[in-house]
């Protein structure tokens, strides 16, 4: 198991969600400490470093340390949005 570190950013943008929504972000989330390379995950390139999960209209960007063991999400937006620069 994977430690599982969440910014504030992105539990701040979870309460905004609507309660669906929410349940199915965070089910996602959570289930990175078991398997932070879920079959669904796309390494990212250029300036952001980690990974992605689509979880339904949102994408969640994470960081893994195999070393420490330990997953951080820092960022999560609507596919709407666009990625960040």
């Not at 420490?68 to 999560?76: C, N, S």
């Amino acid at each position: 198991m994977y430690e599982l570190r969440v910014a504030g950013r992105v539990l701040k943008r979870l309460k905004r969600l609507p309660p669906k929504h929410r349940r199915q972000v965070w089910k996602q989330v959570k289930s990175l400490a078991g398997n932070p390379r879920p079959q669904d995950c796309k390494k990212l390139k250029g300036s952001l470093e980690g990974y992605r999960i689509t979880v339904g209209e949102y994408r969640l960007l994470y960081t893994i340390d195999d070393e420490a063991r330990e997953v951080k999400a820092y960022l999560l937006f609507h596919r709407g949005e666009g990625y960040p620069r």
